[in-house]
């Protein structure tokens, strides 16, 4: 599956932006989703997943009650709510697809086998 992300931007902190996730291919339900970010100098870090069918969503500590994770399966799209932010929120933020065994299962690092293109977020103090 081909991934295409957007909707990043520049933001004051406490403001919201939501990042969409456009998927191309017939299979997209068969793909669990996640969203990963890489600030400057830092690794790539998990923020979010969610199974295939949208049932199973796990957070980051560092996001939970800020960012909400979802999907649609009609429109092979995935997105990321984010509200609250913060400047340490502040990054490149990929969308990420994977297979994983059962339907319930979520995203993990290991098991991505396609990477978005990346979309940057700056959150101003």
């Known amino acids: 599956v081909q991934l295409q992300a957007s909707g990043g931007g520049l933001v004051q902190a406490g403001g919201s932006l939501r990042l969409s996730c456009a998927a191309s291919?017939?299979?997209?339900?068969?793909?669990?989703m996640g969203w990963f970010r890489q600030a400057p100098g830092k690794e790539r870090e998990f923020v979010a997943a969610?199974?295939?069918?949208?049932?199973?969503?796990y957070y980051a500590d560092s996001v939970k009650g800020r960012f909400t994770i979802s999907r649609d399966n009609a429109k092979n799209t995935a997105a990321l709510q984010m509200n609250s932010l913060k400047p340490e929120d502040t990054a490149v933020y990929y969308c990420?697809?994977?297979?994983?065994?059962?339907?319930?299962?979520?995203?993990?690092?290991?098991?991505?086998?396609?990477w978005g293109q990346g979309t940057q977020v700056t959150v101003s103090s």
């Open positions: 291919g017939r299979t997209f339900s068969s793909y669990a």
């Open positions: 990420a697809a994977g297979i994983v065994p059962r339907t319930v299962d979520l995203l993990r690092r290991d098991t991505v086998s396609s």
């Open positions: 969610i199974s295939q069918r949208g049932t199973m969503k």
